[in-house]
């Protein structure tokens, strides 16, 4: 859900299994937390964030690339 409160489980699909960036940026755009996931998992986020408004982006080998924005409350 967007807005969550304790962590947010994030889902990377795609139609072959690649390795894909994913790197979480607060509203400075400072990167707060970054990993190196395998396509086609999914990735819990959150935990150590403090509350606030923070931009995800992923992207894959070729350099497609997929950005949202989400929200942590409490």
Do not use: C, H
């Not at 150590?48 to 992207?59: D, L, N, S």
Request: no cysteine; proline share 3%; hydrophobic share 40%.
């Amino acid at each position: 859900p967007n807005p969550f409160n304790e962590q947010a489980i994030l889902n990377i699909y795609s139609s072959t299994d690649e390795q894909v960036n994913v790197e979480v940026f607060d509203m400075v755009g400072n990167i707060v937390w970054t990993q190196l996931v395998s396509s086609n998992t999914n990735v819990n986020i959150g935990n150590e964030m403090a509350q606030g408004t923070y931009i995800i982006k992923a992207i894959n080998k070729e350099g497609k690339q997929a950005m949202f924005r989400f929200i942590k409350s409490q």
